[in-house]
Each structure stands twice: as structure tokens, then as C-alpha cells.
């Protein structure tokens, strides 16, 4: 049992480059989120999504964009990387709302 | 505007002594908290949660107490072992909709032994 799934693990992107962060989940659950970690920052949460096709934006949402075409993938994509993007990034997913959270084991990236 | 704080960055604890992690919060609309737990190069990963309607949650040596009139939860973990040692992340949710958690900037623990 995967659980969550994040790809790729390290990623060095230079400004004004572009990529996707990849998330599937295996456990069937509904809602998938996005955060993002900065040092002494704790974990700010960037989109979300209540099901394949809703998607809702979070604290920081600006630079990135979601998309949630099946309940398993939650791609997030980073259109003209920034420095301020330099961040460990981590996909959750819960079965609903009042459910804890399962993350994956996050996505490193530099933004040189 | 932080709704949950933890304002401890860090704390070290002898081995065998209690961990005590403190969380404040400011949204009266929160009714349901959560600590998890990361170690490096890992996602944090639940450990333990209460309802408002609580006052103390036990799992094994984990304890979580909650003073709604403070807006002030804790976590206790007794006794400490070195393997506790990890970054403590408190998380918070509103009783309405789908309103994601919300978490603070998490507190590092050292179990030192």
C-alpha cells in the first residue's frame, strides 16, 4: 500500500523555468491537498481539492496552479519559478473533511 | 495572522522525562485539533487528536489536553525516548465545511539521552 506518492523527491529549477509536482494517492480519498514548507515557517497550505474536478485555493496560491482530472493524481505546476518558490513541498489526501491527513514524503526544490 | 501558534521553536527534554509542547490558538470556529509528528526528509504523520467536546485525549504515552477558555492545547509525552525526538506540528480545523487544517510552525524536539 503506497499511500501518497510524491515525484520527484529533489529538483533544482532555475528562474523562470517551469515543472510540475507530481501526487497520486492509492487509498481512494476525495480530498488532496498542497502545502509548502519554508524553514521555522510550518506548513502553509497552497490549493486543495474536495473531489476530481473542484479545486480551491489556499493561503499562497499565487504562482501555482492545480489541476484534479481523477480522484488518484494532484498535480501542482510552478509556471516562471521564482527564489521565493525555494520550498519543500508536501501532498496530503483524507478520506473527508473531519479525517486526518496522510502526506506524502514532500518534494525539495530549489529555485537557483 | 497565525490562528495557531506554537511559540516554542524548540525544546530539549531528558530521556525517561516528561515532553511537554504547547499550542495557542485565536479561531473560536476551530473545533477539532491534531498533532503530527516529521522526521527529517519524511512527511509529517498523525499522532494523536481531540474533539472540542473533550478535555484530554491518552494514547499510550502521548496526552493531549485542551482549555477551550485559553484556546490553549498540549501535548504530553511520557516518558520521553530518544526516538521522539522529531518536529512536533500542532493543526487545527474550523466545524463548518471543508475548511482545510490549519498548522503552526511546528516545535523541534530533542530527547536527550
Known amino acids: 500500500n503506497a499511500g501518497v506518492t510524491q515525484t520527484p523527491k529533489f529538483r533544482i529549477l532555475k528562474i523562470g523555468q517551469s515543472m510540475t509536482l507530481q501526487c497520486a494517492q492509492d487509498?481512494?480519498?476525495?480530498?488532496m491537498y498542497w502545502y509548502r514548507q519554508d524553514p521555522g515557517m510550518g506548513l502553509k497550505l497552497i490549493y486543495y481539492?474536495?473531489?476530481?474536478?473542484?479545486?480551491d485555493k489556499g493561503e499562497v496560491p499565487n504562482g501555482y496552479n492545480v489541476s484534479r482530472s481523477t480522484t488518484e493524481d494532484f498535480p501542482l505546476r510552478l509556471e516562471l519559478a521564482a527564489p521565493s518558490q525555494t520550498s519543500v513541498y508536501f501532498c496530503?489526501?483524507?478520506?473527508?473533511?473531519?479525517?486526518?491527513?496522510?502526506f506524502g514524503s514532500g518534494t525539495r526544490l530549489t529555485v537557483v | 495572522d497565525q490562528q495557531v501558534k506554537q511559540n516554542s521553536p524548540s525544546l530539549s527534554v531528558q530521556e525517561g522525562r516528561i515532553s511537554i509542547l504547547n499550542c495557542d490558538y485565536t479561531?473560536?470556529?476551530?473545533?477539532?485539533f491534531l498533532w503530527y509528528k516529521k522526521y527529517p526528509a519524511e512527511g509529517p504523520t498523525f499522532l494523536i487528536s481531540?474533539?472540542?467536546?473533550?478535555d484530554k485525549n491518552e494514547d499510550g504515552r502521548f496526552t493531549v489536553f485542551l482549555n477551550k477558555s485559553a484556546k490553549h492545547l498540549s501535548l504530553h509525552i511520557v516518558p520521553s525516548q530518544p526516538g521522539d525526538s522529531a518536529v512536533y506540528f500542532c493543526?487545527?480545523?474550523?466545524?463548518?465545511?471543508?475548511?482545510?487544517?490549519?498548522f503552526g510552525k511546528g516545535t523541534r524536539l530533542s530527547v536527550i539521552a
Open positions: 496530503a489526501s483524507s478520506a473527508g473533511s473531519r479525517n486526518g491527513y496522510t
Open positions: 487509498m481512494n480519498h476525495n480530498y
Open positions: 481539492s474536495v473531489g476530481a474536478g473542484i479545486t
Open positions: 479561531n473560536s470556529m476551530f473545533d477539532y
Open positions: 481531540i474533539s472540542s467536546i473533550k
Open positions: 493543526a487545527a480545523r474550523e466545524n463548518s465545511g471543508n475548511t482545510p487544517l490549519v
